[in-house]
């Protein structure tokens, strides 16, 4: 564990492990619920998404989401941002978050939820999220701002979102240093088998897009005529990939790796009560599972 606490790769790792915990949030049933209240349409997921993922940035308009968000379609964003706060105000859907991730770690936990291990990984994961430079990334910084909550499973909810947000961020200045633009992004993400290309169209890029997209690629040469990877765009998804782990390297660093193993076999209960609980996709847009970490 040591050694691989001294790789940036060890982001990785504490990211796939930490992600499916935070990440029920936006299946759960208790979180529909929450957003049905507050008046958002649950007939889909995406007005509360928009509503809850952006409401730390307060008020923002469209182009600030689709900024910061990077890989939805302007034009998605558009119908969802800024109308979300004409339904509830930024604070109103912050406080209704956390009564929603409350309800769902107490309905997915039952009584784990007072396990004093809880509290111990709430702590390390605080320790994390606070050591983490949150300079160019208005998310993770949105996020870190936020007042921290009482309880352990909530501290730990919002230690692991700024944490991915944190990481998030640092993605995004990877695909901008990779020449990727928000759709290509997508495109060459499933061009290297992350996931299927139907599973991108929940981005709500229109198909024409989407082919623009695969031929810009294509001119590089990045990606095949039938929409797979060239050697080429693998390398270059391989870096993409390097730089986030390393711009994402830090928290853990400063956390060490006595604490971040302690972390990781406290959290391993979560993580088997998340992928058990069958709220989770089998695939999504982050490839968590799909694509193999990069060479070092």
């Given amino acids: 564990m040591s050694t691989m606490a001294q790789d940036p790769g060890f982001a990785r790792q504490m990211w796939h492990q930490l992600e499916p915990v935070h990440a029920l949030f936006w299946y759960a049933p208790e979180v529909f619920e929450e957003a ?7 007939d889909t997921r995406w007005p509360s998404y928009f509503a809850w993922r952006a409401a730390p940035l307060g008020a923002a308009s469209a182009e600030q989401v689709s900024s910061a968000f990077y890989s939805f379609s302007p034009r998605m964003v558009r119908e969802h ?4 706060w004409d339904v509830a105000t930024p604070g109103e859907v912050l406080a209704g978050r956390l009564r929603a991730a409350d309800r769902m770690y107490r309905a997915v936990l039952g009584d784990r939820i007072d396990d004093p291990g809880l509290g111990e990984a709430a702590a390390l994961a605080k320790e994390a999220a606070q ?6 990334r208005p998310l993770a910084a949105a996020n870190a701002a936020l007042p921290w909550p009482d309880e352990p499973h909530l501290v730990l909810w919002q230690a ?3 944490l991915r947000e944190h990481r998030g961020d640092g993605h995004v200045a990877a695909l901008l240093t990779a020449g990727l633009d928000p759709c290509e992004a997508l495109v060459s993400f499933a ?6 290309p139907e599973t991108f169209g929940s981005r709500g890029w229109a198909g024409d897009e989407w082919t623009a997209a695969r031929d810009r690629l ?7 005529p039938d929409g797979t990877a060239t050697s080429r765009g693998r390398a270059l998804r391989d870096t993409v990939e390097r730089l986030t782990d390393d711009l994402a390297y830090a928290p853990w660093q400063a956390l060490g790796p006595d604490k971040a193993e302690r972390l990781t076999k406290l959290t391993m209960p979560l993580l088997v009560a998340a992928l058990e609980s069958g709220l989770l996709p089998a ?3 982050l490839g968590i599972g799909k694509v193999a970490a990069p060479a070092r």
């Fill in 36 to 42: 049905a209240a507050l008046g958002y349409a649950v």
């Fill in 81 to 84: 941002v800024p109308a979300a």
């Fill in 131 to 136: 050591a983490a430079s949150n300079a160019g």
């Fill in 160 to 162: 692991i979102g700024v």
């Fill in 191 to 196: 061009a290297i088998g992350a996931a299927p």
């Fill in 218 to 224: 294509i001119s590089r040469g990045l990606v095949s």
């Fill in 283 to 285: 695939t999504s847009t």
